[in-house]
């Protein structure tokens, strides 16, 4: 097996919500495999900090910008800013999002619409505003990270599980756009992993649960996405598209 099919070299990644957590992860992964990186999210220390650490120890170009993903100007202008500073955009990685869980019975249109705008409407402006320059290289890579969310649910995510759900449908629409330019697009659904959103929404016997319903019976670790975010973003997924692969542990390996 020739590994330099994992091989970034030359390739820009872009990485919505890359400040921390599953984003960070990714990042630093792809700057591993010798990606240009640039990262977004809404706090300018965090990036700053997490810029220093996805690129430390490597020669690849590290950059951030500050965007609120709920802006659609600043989204839009995400998108320009990026080709400005990088010169293009091989990889972009859509794995900002929201979540306010609220039952069906008590949603409020206010967090329905920030939830719709952050985890869905966001991804397809920066997905449209950056495809035309991957068309005219014939090639690209377009990861949205959706959820098992998206696949099935719990009480209460209902907006979330919408839009994770509905980006995977985005996904397989916008591969048969684009796979005539060489450009591939996919879904990755985390399960469990230790990270930031997760931890502040659930009590312990909810981790627990989380915990056990896994085949491996633990918690992801963020380093645990890399690995299929290089996949897909590199040669060695190139005839994968349209596809919503979970990363979830063995969860749904469960029938009950």
């Not at 809404?42 to 609120?68: H, M, T």
């Not at 759900?165 to 659904?189: E, Y």
């Amino acid at each position: 097996m020739n590994c330099d099919l994992f091989d970034l070299s030359g390739k820009v990644a872009l990485v919505t919500g890359g400040s921390r957590g599953l984003g960070l992860a990714m990042a630093r992964g792809f700057a591993e495999c010798g990606a240009d990186i640039m990262i977004c999210s809404r706090k300018e220390e965090e990036l700053k900090a997490a810029a220093a650490e996805i690129g430390e120890g490597l020669d690849v170009k590290v950059n951030y910008l500050v965007c609120d993903m709920a802006d659609r100007d600043a989204v839009d202008a995400l998108a320009s800013d990026t080709l400005e500073l990088m010169g293009k955009v091989d990889i972009l990685i859509n794995n900002a999002g929201i979540n306010v869980p609220q039952p069906i019975d008590k949603i409020e249109d206010p967090v329905w619409d920030s939830v719709v705008e952050v985890n869905l409407t966001a991804i397809m402006r920066l997905t449209r505003a950056l495809v035309p320059q991957m068309k005219e290289r014939k090639w690209g890579r377009v990861i949205h990270i959706s959820s098992v969310l998206g696949v099935g649910s719990k009480p209460a995510r209902n907006a979330y599980s919408a839009t994770k759900s509905a980006v995977i449908g985005l996904a397989k629409a916008s591969a048969l756009d684009l796979g005539p330019f060489g450009i591939t697009v996919n879904c990755i659904c985390p399960g469990p992993f230790l990270t930031d959103m997760p931890m502040s929404l659930l009590n312990e016997a909810e981790k627990q649960a989380f915990s056990d319903c896994t085949a491996l019976n633990r918690w992801g670790q963020t380093r645990e996405m890399a690995g299929p975010a290089i996949f897909l973003a590199s040669e060695a997924g190139s005839y994968v598209t349209g596809e919503a692969l979970l990363v979830d542990g063995g969860a749904f390996a469960r029938a009950l």
